[in-house]
């Protein structure tokens, strides 16, 4: 079993940066692939990046290559988010999700991850 917990959101202005973390409990955390899901009110949940267990697999959503930048540390079960360049098209409830039946690809549909945060509020004012 692995709890994720989100932290880093605000608001912000667009243009500005922020960085968003995912602290996991378990110690299976390290052998699993790790994501950032966005979701907006009534829309579905969309992926924005993933990273394998390793660290030296990642794949990014084209709407926020060059801008995102994905990274893990194994030792202390965290996983980050470095945002930059933001837009008012980032605004969205982001949560961190892992899990899934290997730890060497990057799933980009929900539901092939099986835990998941409370997720954290980004706000991007233009």
């Known amino acids: 079993q692995v709890q994720l917990v989100e932290a880093g959101g605000g608001l912000v202005q667009a243009g500005d940066s922020l960085r968003l973390s995912c602290a996991a409990s378990?110690?299976?955390?390290?052998?699993?692939?790790v994501a950032w899901f966005r979701q907006v009110p009534g829309k579905e949940r969309e992926f924005v990046v993933g990273?394998?267990?390793?660290?030296?697999?990642?794949y990014y959503a084209d709407s926020v290559k060059g801008r995102f930048v994905i990274s893990r540390d194994n030792a202390k079960n965290t996983v980050y988010l470095q945002m930059n360049s933001l837009k008012s098209e980032d605004t969205a409830v982001y949560y961190c999700a892992s899990g899934g039946s290997s730890g060497y690809v990057v799933p980009v549909t929900p539901d092939e991850y099986d835990y998941w945060g409370q997720g954290t509020q980004v706000t991007v004012s233009s």
């Open positions: 990273i394998d267990r390793s660290g030296r697999v990642t």
């Open positions: 378990g110690r299976t955390f390290s052998t699993y692939t």
